[in-house]
C-alpha cells in the first residue's frame, strides 16, 4: 500500500550542492519514522539520516554531520535530504524508507528497522 519514489539524483562536482527527494504515498494519514540510507557499489547499505514521525528529532551519521539535512513536508507527504559540500565519497544509490514508530531509538539507524523502500536514486559526485 505504501510506495516511495526518490528523485533528484544526478551528477554534480565536489563542493556542490543537491536535494534529493522522496515522494510517499498511501500513507493513510499514518506517521512514520523516515530514514536516509545510502549504498555504492561493492558495499553494503549504510544509514545517513533519519527524522522522527513528529518531525522534531533527526539524527546524522558522523560521515555526513554539518553537510546534510533531513526534512519532511507533512502536507506534501514528501521527505527531502538536503546535501551540501558534496565529496566523491559521497557517490551513491539513495534510498528512502518508512517504518513504523514505537522501536528503541537507535533501531532507526539500521535498515532492518524500515518497512518501506524505494527504488533509489543515483548521485554521482567527480572530483
Known amino acids: 500500500q505504501v510506495q516511495l519514489v526518490e528523485s533528484g539524483g544526478g551528477l554534480v562536482q565536489a563542493g556542490d550542492s543537491l536535494r534529493v527527494d522522496c515522494g510517499a504515498s498511501?500513507?493513510?494519514?499514518?506517521?512514520?519514522?523516515m530514514g536516509w540510507f545510502r549504498q555504492a557499489p561493492g558495499q553494503e547499505r549504510e544509514f545517513v539520516a533519519r527524522i522522527s514521525a513528529s518531525g522534531e528529532s533527526t539524527y546524522y551519521a558522523d560521515s555526513v554531520k554539518g553537510r546534510f539535512a533531513i526534512s519532511r513536508d507533512f502536507a506534501k507527504d514528501t521527505l527531502f535530504l538536503q546535501m551540501d559540500s558534496l565529496k566523491p565519497e559521497d557517490t551513491a544509490i539513495y534510498y528512502c524508507?518508512?517504518?513504523?514508530?514505537?522501536?528503541?531509538?537507535?533501531?532507526?539507524?539500521?535498515?532492518?528497522?524500515?518497512?518501506?523502500w524505494g527504488q533509489g536514486t543515483q548521485v554521482t559526485v567527480s572530483s
Open positions: 498511501g500513507l493513510n494519514g499514518a506517521r512514520y519514522v
Open positions: 524508507a518508512a517504518s513504523l514508530s514505537g522501536l528503541p531509538y537507535t533501531s532507526y539507524q539500521f535498515a532492518r528497522a524500515y518497512r518501506y
